[in-house]
């Protein structure tokens, strides 16, 4: 009965203030019912529905009922934290997306260069790559939409679609003399959050962009991948969470796991016994014990800093760069309907020390400022021996063209060495941050030791 009261009331708010009049008698016995056990606040209920009512009789324009409710619950979400959130329709699509790493598209990744969309890169093994969409192209024209005049993001909404849906691309293309018109058919492309190469034999470096539902299973299969290819046990690994904006919660345990063989890797505590989780490592080690850098910075969040956190806790790895993000909460997707959701923030989540990192970060045990380093690339006048007035002479400058040798007192220009491309830079050169991280993984070995002793 109280709970029918209740629901009444508030329909009838919702509606305006003649449905309150309606229901004049309901609402005197659901607010008796409310004030004596403290079930609602009714005096707010009533400032939202004067409100409400206000807004429909005095807005300058029409607004629909369904909108304004909308924007009654996003602004009541926003009001909370800045990660709960209202989703509908698209956006709700987008985050289901996101949260599998999987959506209907063509498989390129993109930017905006003069009013057009760039390809930066087409992805392997998608539409786009199959159909010679290359990096540098310029997409002009989308179906015949001009991109002209459209955001980024308009163009990448039109982009994506329903797999098994066409499209065509009108592109310009260095050293083609007309527009090239590529048809593509979109599909289901799967992001790839793991990458990884071998910096030197043994020495394993592994990108995490984001954590997503299968990113563990990408990772070991990586590791394993590296391993054959160094034909030997690994001698150290470096992950690298730099950047890396958070994901999935169990795609962070996973990671975790696959380095920890015992005790708690992350708990959760809320307000619900939903809301509270611990999580436990499985007794396995995929290094074998081998030593771990992980690379973090301001940018590392959420389910990076889960990943950080236990292996610290846990000793099993050294975390170098600056203190992490500080997201320390937990959001749960609830669906309202097909269409719609409530994201909202259930819970806080502890390392295994019982560190909340909320507001605090992970901070690393080596502070690590980014710093970049540049070859000198013009030549260097070298004062050598022989520009030194009175030198002795070598034997074999007395066969020397004295026309071509240099005379005493002048200084003797040695050539620059030639160029190297960007490819061939020193890995200094290439990522400061990640060469000092190796040469921290090397120390152990250096000095006869090897790792997990």
């Known amino acids: 009965m109280k709970r029918e009261l209740l629901l009444t009331l508030i329909v009838c708010m919702a509606l305006g203030v003649g449905g309150i009049a309606v229901a004049e008698e309901s609402v005197a016995e659901a607010e008796a019912e409310v004030e004596k056990e403290k079930i609602a606040p009714l005096e707010s209920l009533r400032q939202f529905a004067e409100v409400f009512t206000r807004v429909k009789q005095s807005y300058v324009e029409e607004v629909d009922d369904d909108e304004l409710i909308r924007f009654a619950i996003r602004?009541?979400?926003?009001?909370?934290?800045?990660?709960?959130?209202?989703?509908i329709e698209d956006?709700?699509?987008?985050?289901?997306?996101?949260?599998?790493?999987?959506?209907?598209?063509?498989?390129?990744?993109?930017?905006?260069?003069d009013g057009f969309v760039k390809v930066i890169s087409p992805i392997d093994d998608t539409p786009a790559a199959a159909a010679g969409v290359k990096a540098g192209d310029l997409i002009i024209r989308l179906d015949d939409k001009p991109v002209k005049g459209m955001t980024l993001n308009e163009a990448v909404d039109v982009m994506r679609g329903k797999p098994g849906t066409s499209i065509t691309l009108t592109i310009l293309r260095e050293?083609?003399?007309?527009?090239?018109?590529?048809?593509?058919?979109?599909?289901?492309?799967?992001?790839?959050?793991?990458?990884?190469?071998?910096?030197e034999k043994s020495y394993a470096y592994i990108r995490i962009s984001n954590f997503q539902q299968h990113t563990s299973k990408d990772m070991v299969k990586r590791i394993d991948n590296l391993r054959e290819d160094s034909e030997g046990p690994l001698k150290g690994l470096i992950l690298d969470l730099r950047n890396n904006p958070g994901g999935v919660l169990n795609g962070a345990v996973a990671v975790s796991d696959a380095f920890i063989t015992e005790g708690?890797?992350?708990?959760?505590?809320?307000?619900?016994?939903s809301s509270m989780s611990r999580f436990a490592a499985k007794p396995d080690d995929i290094l074998d014990g081998a030593p771990i850098v992980v690379l973090v910075n301001e940018g590392s969040a959420s389910a990076s800093e889960?990943?950080?956190?236990a292996l610290q806790d846990h000793q099993r790895a050294i975390i170098i760069g600056r203190t992490t993000f500080g997201k320390g909460s937990v959001q749960t997707v609830?669906?309202?309907?097909e269409k719609s959701a409530v994201k909202i923030t259930t819970a806080r989540y502890f390392t295994p020390k019982g560190r909340s990192i909320q507001a605090e970060g992970i901070v690393p045990d080596i502070e690590l400022q980014p710093l970049t380093v540049e070859l000198k690339?013009?030549?260097?006048?070298?004062?050598?021996?022989s520009a030194l007035s009175g030198h002795l002479v070598n034997h074999d400058e007395e066969d020397t063209d004295p026309e071509q040798a240099p005379a005493n007192g002048e200084s003797g220009e040695v050539e620059a060495e030639p160029e190297k491309k960007e490819s061939d830079a020193p890995l200094v050169v290439e990522d400061f941050m990640l060469n000092e991280a190796l040469n921290l993984l090397k120390g152990p070995h250096i000095f006869g030791r090897q790792g997990g002793e």
């Open 175 to 199: 050293g083609a003399d007309a527009p090239v018109v590529v048809r593509i058919e979109r599909d289901i492309i799967r992001v790839k959050s793991v990458k990884g190469r071998l910096l």
């Open 75 to 87: 602004g009541m979400l926003d009001g909370l934290d800045p990660h709960s959130d209202f989703v």
């Open 264 to 273: 708690e890797i992350v708990y959760t505590k809320g307000r619900t016994k």
């Open 91 to 113: 956006d709700y699509e987008e985050l289901q997306e996101n949260t599998s790493g999987e959506f209907g598209g063509l498989g390129i990744e993109v930017g905006m260069e």
């Open 334 to 337: 609830i669906p309202v309907d």
């Open 306 to 309: 889960i990943v950080a956190g």
């Open 377 to 385: 690339e013009k030549k260097l006048a070298l004062v050598r021996e």
